[in-house]
């Protein structure tokens, strides 16, 4: 089955810096790579996404991009601000809505 | 945008109870949906898909008689968990494929969190 790699699993960063997360898939049918932003107490948020047809897509401070040669994808943020402290989480799914998810990265940003 | 509740959102019982968790998809149909457990600081595990109209599918390692899943009606599927004991407390998260652009985005709910005591 798939298997989901992310890095780093904590990242602190200073406001207005950017914040880089990578992750690593194993299963050459995974098509589609989703981000999710999860607050402490809360459900998982889709704050990006990515088909493997596409190898950037961009939203306001928020990007993703993916090389499907070397099957790895990250998520930029940029000008980072306080209200982006959260765990993030990548995922891969090679079939429709079943996701594997990585082990999540700990985002601190601080003022 | 797709909306998923769940309900409740916090919940307590004593060992050897059964308690049953709502997930409901508020302004679309949702033919599936998924069933997440998630541990505290770890990541979601994927428990099971939940099917309308038919028997849920459960990951490999999780008990179907333990974690009784129910998908009777296109915006509700319920889990059941049966005889709790302390290590079922956690926190508990369904999703549904939207509605949007194509058949890959999922929405989460906001998540239970089970107390076994």
């Known amino acids: 089955g798939e298997n989901v790699e992310q890095h780093p699993s904590t990242l602190s960063v200073q406001e207005g810096d950017s914040a880089v997360i990578k992750c690593t898939y194993s299963d050459s049918a995974s098509n589609y790579f989703p981000w999710y932003k999860q607050e402490l107490g809360k459900g998982p948020q889709l704050i990006i996404d990515?088909?493997?047809?596409?190898g950037e897509k961009k939203d306001q401070r928020i990007a993703v991009t993916l090389n499907k040669t070397a099957k790895h994808f990250s998520l930029h943020i940029t000008e980072t601000q306080p209200e982006d402290s959260a765990v993030y989480f990548c995922a891969a799914s090679s079939s429709w809505g079943k996701l594997q998810f990585g082990a999540g990265t700990q985002v601190v940003v601080t003022p | 945008g797709a909306v998923v509740s769940q309900h409740p959102s916090r919940v307590i019982c004593k060992s050897g109870t059964s308690v049953k968790i709502e997930c409901r998809s508020l302004?679309?149909?949702?033919?599936?949906m998924f069933w997440y457990r998630q541990f505290p600081k770890q990541s979601l595990m994927l428990m099971a898909t939940?099917?309308?109209?038919?028997?849920?599918?459960?990951e490999q390692g999780v008990e179907k008689d333990k974690f009784l899943i129910n998908h009777a009606s296109l915006t509700l599927s319920t889990l059941t968990v049966t005889s709790a004991h302390p290590e079922d407390s956690s926190f508990y998260i369904c999703s549904a494929p939207g509605s949007g652009t194509g058949p890959y985005e999922q929405y989460f709910g906001p998540g239970t969190r089970l107390t076994v005591t």
């Open positions: 302004d679309f149909q949702a033919t599936t």
């Open positions: 990515i088909r493997s047809n596409v």
């Open positions: 939940s099917n309308e109209g038919s028997k849920a599918t459960y």
